[in-house]
C-alpha cells in the first residue's frame, strides 16, 4: 500500500488547472465636513477609496484597492499588505465580505478575489496626506434601493460620478449578493463588490462595535451617533441613541469644546 510520502511525492499539481487569486479591499472612512452655522454640527460623509487603473485591463477605470496573493502569504496578509501600500495605513479592523468566482469576472483568466472590508480613521489619512495623491482618491457613497426594487450605487469625487445599477440575490444563510446591471464605469465586478461590502458594513454596525473603528480614542456621543447614522442611512432620536450605546461607553474626565458650543464630554470605548 502506498504511503502518504510516496503519494506526495509522486502528485503534481501541474496536471490541474489552477486559478490565480486576489484580494480586494473596500476600504471606508467617515469624512467630517465643515458646515457654515456653528450651531450646526459637522456633517459626516462616507467614503470609499478607489485606485485609478494604469493599465490594461480597464485602464484609465476605478477599482477597487487589491492585487495578487503573493508566495508564502496569507489571503489576509495580501489585503493588508495591498491596502497599505496604497494608503501608507495600517487599518483598524478587516472584515472579510466574500469570496467573488463568477467565470469571466477577470479578462485576464480564471482569477478569483477575495474581499474586504476595512475602515480607515481620518485622522490616519490626513497625517499621510492621502488628499494629494493623482491615482487614489476618497469617493462619497451613496447606496440606496428604488422604488423598482434596483439599487443604486453612487460614488462621487469632485467631478467624476460613478452611478452602478444592481440587482439583489438572496443567497444562503441569509447572506446577500449582487448582480451587475449598468458597472457605472467601475472595473472588473467591483460594483457588486462594493454594494455587498455595503450590506456587510452596515449589518456589522448594527452592534455598535464597528462604529468604534471609525473614532478616535476619545468622542463625544454626538460624533458616535453621527457616524453610526452615516454607516448605517437612518436618523435616531438622540435620547433612544443614548440609551441603546449606554452598556458600550463609558464617560471620561475629559471634556471637548469649540466656538459656540458648550464643552461636551468625551467618551471611551467600554472594555
Known amino acids: 500500500m502506498q504511503t502518504e510520502k510516496e503519494f506526495l511525492k509522486s502528485y503534481s499539481l501541474e496536471k490541474y488547472d489552477r ?101 480607515i480613521s481620518e485622522e490616519a489619512v490626513r497625517q499621510v496626506g492621502m488628499d494629494d495623491a493623482s491615482d487614489a482618491q476618497w469617493f462619497s457613497v451613496s447606496f440606496e434601493q428604488s422604488e423598482d426594487g434596483l439599487y443604486r450605487l453612487a460614488l462621487s469625487y469632485e467631478g467624476t460620478e460613478l452611478d452602478a445599477v444592481l440587482s439583489e440575490e438572496k443567497s444562503g444563510f441569509g447572506r446577500t449578493a449582487f448582480r ?31 462604529v468604534f473603528d471609525f473614532l478616535p480614542e476619545r468622542f463625544t456621543l454626538s460624533a458616535f451617533q453621527r457616524v453610526q447614522e452615516t454607516i448605517m442611512n437612518v436618523s435616531v432620536l438622540p435620547a433612544n441613541f443614548r440609551r441603546m450605546v449606554s452598556g458600550y461607553v463609558e464617560e471620561t474626565d475629559e471634556f471637548q469644546s469649540g466656538e459656540g458650543h458648550r464643552p461636551a464630554r468625551l467618551y471611551k470605548r467600554k472594555k
Open 180 to 210: 451587475i446591471i449598468d458597472s457605472g464605469s467601475l472595473a472588473f465586478d467591483h460594483a457588486a463588490i462594493i454594494a455587498q461590502a455595503l450590506t456587510a458594513l452596515r449589518a456589522a454596525a448594527r452592534d455598535y462595535d464597528t
Open 19 to 119: 486559478p490565480s487569486v486576489t484580494a480586494d479591499v473596500a476600504a471606508f472612512m467617515i469624512s467630517s465636513q465643515s458646515r457654515q452655522s456653528y450651531r450646526r454640527d459637522p456633517e459626516n460623509k462616507l467614503m470609499l477609496l478607489l485606485i485609478k487603473r494604469g493599465g490594461h485591463p480597464f485602464k484609465d477605470m476605478w477599482a477597487l484597492p487589491g492585487g495578487f496573493l503573493q508566495r508564502n502569504e496569507t489571503i489576509e496578509q495580501c489585503a493588508l499588505r495591498e491596502i497599505r501600500e496604497e494608503t501608507n495605513v495600517e487599518p483598524v479592523s478587516l472584515m472579510p465580505v466574500g469570496v467573488f468566482s463568477k467565470p469571466g469576472r477577470d479578462p485576464r483568466g480564471w482569477i478569483i478575489s477575495h474581499a474586504y472590508v476595512s475602515v
